[in-house]
């Protein structure tokens, strides 16, 4: 079932599978806490869209997104250009006993409206707050950023104000007439895993990888 | 560095990071290959465009989608729309020793074109190819797509012909002056797994997850 909620407008509306729609916030905000690359849109000439992978945090009830001051993506988001950042999470396969009703598990959000640029006052933190998201703990082991970073780098923040989630779980839904098959049906789960840390070759100092990586799960 | 290549136009060309540009056609399918779920714009009114995760599979030098005849997005990419695929596949963490530096291991192939829709007599080897690619082994086991199925679904190709590919891989690049900062640095690898296959509640016969499923790995 589909129903207007806060952050939802006929934009976001979920047309397709509405029953897989989830109607809170609080799931909007599990979904992008979860993921840590989104893809990003902005249209070109032509109405040409172009999607681009970039790391990105919630701040509240925003999207912190970074990167340089000489990428085109960023420097039209920048001007206002309209935009969508998706964040999906694939779950799982679903085997149905047709093809038609195989699909698969996922988690995705959806926000659409255009970015702010966040001025250089807010710049640190949004970019400390980044790091705490994307590398939790690692922030107090890094030297403070550089004027010149600083200056290379574009924050914008995109408001989720409009904002859309759709989830895809649970068992496969067959046809009725489809349940006498005698075919294996049922779900296969996908998840995502960090491995062993692999220290830089250029590592001066025989130091062991920090402890906040182990508390690093997926 | 970056180079033309076949399939790379200035709209595809890598204008960030260049260096992280590759160049062939294998590596182009070796990334479509390897993911599940890829990321499609359509541009609507005002420029405003949308992100939507699909499943898709590559077909040679095209790239296959499929979905109900009922999407908006299905729809207006069927009507012509100029689109952009994007397919990314985070490969890790790198954890420089300026934040500045961290950043992530991806593989990402962008495509851009319009899709064209696939007359009825090439739907089902379409779909069986889809299932092929995202559910290998499993299409014997499958009934025939039926009529009504078949007439609810819209399959689309785009073309690869223009198509850029992006690889992040290797250690943290850091600055000279910041090697001497006794700072652990390196990187953190981010895996998918499948995990156990679980039945339908609704199995109606005793019969064990099929052996096909065995060699499904990521």
């Not at 895809?168 to 789960?189: F, H, K, Q, R, Y």
């Not at 996908?190 to 840390?197: A, C, K, L, Y």
């Amino acid at each position: 079932m589909s129903h207007p909620v806060p952050g939802s407008t006929p934009r976001t509306r979920i047309r397709r599978l509405p029953d897989h729609a989830v109607e809170d916030r609080a799931a909007l905000h599990a979904v992008l806490d979860a993921g840590l690359v989104g893809h990003l849109a902005i249209t070109g000439e032509d109405g040409q869209p172009f999607v681009l992978p970039v790391a990105y945090a919630r701040d509240g009830e925003r999207v912190l997104i970074h990167g340089s001051t000489g990428s085109r993506l960023l420097r039209g988001l920048a001007a206002g250009a309209p935009t969508c950042l998706t964040v999906t999470l694939l779950d799982g396969l679903v085997l149905a006993r047709s093809a038609f009703e195989s699909s698969m598990h996922y988690r995705s959000a959806m926000v659409l409206g255009s970015c702010a640029v966040l001025p250089d006052a807010e710049k640190v933190a949004a970019l400390d707050l980044l790091t705490d998201r994307l590398l939790p703990g690692r922030r107090d082991d890094l030297r403070p950023h550089s004027a010149k970073e600083l200056a290379a780098t574009l924050v914008l923040a995109l408001s989720l104000d409009e904002a859309s989630v759709k989830i895809s779980s649970g068992p496969p839904d067959d046809d009725e007439a489809d349940l006498d098959a005698p075919i294996w049906a049922g779900t296969v789960p996908i998840t995502e895993h960090f491995g062993t840390p692999m220290p830089a070759p250029d590592l001066r100092f025989d130091l062991p990888a920090p402890d906040y990586l182990r508390t690093w799960t997926r």
